[in-house]
């Protein structure tokens, strides 16, 4: 089946992203092409310096592209000037990352929140409410960073993106700093929320067990899509893993 445009809720044409020149060149993407389909849970693997995370930030519009384009929905990202980014990030695009990156002077509700205040608008109150009892954090949330453990911390932060269901969410190892229950319980909430509200989530991982979680796991090397799996399992995605490994083995 041929996937349309109104499918696709990011796409990367002919990808490319060099660092630096001369001897101290680094091509870190090499002509990616990928389809990310709407309302799919897809994770991101490969070795260390395969380019998963630098083709994250390129999709997500954090970082410029040398060659090729990005689109977000039928949005072209490449080309973008930084009032066209700004909105996109704030209308279209949520972020997880591995470091909380939340406003230390707000309490936990007011860092959930704080996008859709920029934006001008307000949380859906019956979605909030299940995103605050799903991520278990509601006698948190008058709470500021400060008081809370690097697992809740991460857990807003987690709320703050699903909040305003943007089109797209990014999630660069939102596991990476919870322990193995909070993890699964933040896991299973995205999973659901794409199973049942039809959010798209693309996240990088390094965590087999984590990728298992996702429709489809799609797999760099040398900053090139080397392979990709649906239905995985954290077996299937460890095996592959480890003969990717030891094709990039020096490297």
């Not at 980014?85 to 230390?104: C, E, H, M």
């Not at 943007?166 to 999973?191: H, K, M, Q, W, Y």
């Not at 990709?228 to 954290?234: G, K, L, S």
Request: proline share 4%.
């Amino acid at each position: 089946m041929t996937t349309t445009t109104t499918d696709v809720a990011a796409r990367a044409a002919d990808l490319w992203k060099v660092y630096g020149s001369g001897e101290a060149q680094v091509i870190a993407l090499r002509g990616v092409s990928v389809d990310l389909e709407r309302g799919r849970f897809t994770a991101i693997m490969g070795p260390s310096g395969s380019g998963k995370s630098t083709l994250m930030h390129c999709l997500a519009g954090l970082d410029t592209v040398t060659r090729g384009q990005v689109f977000i929905g039928e949005t072209q990202v490449t080309g973008l000037g930084d009032a066209g980014l700004t909105r996109l990030r704030r209308d279209k695009v949520g972020f997880i990352f591995q470091q909380f990156n939340l406003l230390p002077t707000l309490t936990a509700q007011e860092n959930i929140l704080l996008p859709l205040s920029i934006a001008g608008r307000k949380a859906d109150p019956d979605w909030y409410k299940t995103v605050i009892e799903t991520v278990n954090l509601s006698d948190r949330l008058g709470h500021r960073p400060s008081q809370l453990s690097g697992g809740q911390q991460q857990r807003v932060a987690c709320a703050r993106a699903l909040v305003a269901r943007p089109e797209v969410i990014f999630a660069d190892e939102p596991t990476g700093n919870l322990d193995s229950r909070s993890g699964a319980e933040v896991l299973a909430f995205l999973r659901n929320s794409v199973r049942e509200h039809g959010q798209t989530i693309v996240m990088v991982t390094h965590d087999p067990n984590a990728a298992s979680y996702a429709d489809r796991v799609i797999f760099l090397g040398d900053g090139q899509v080397v392979d990709e799996m649906t239905e995985p399992t954290a077996e299937a995605v460890l095996d592959k893993l480890k003969g990717l490994d030891v094709g990039s083995a020096g490297a």
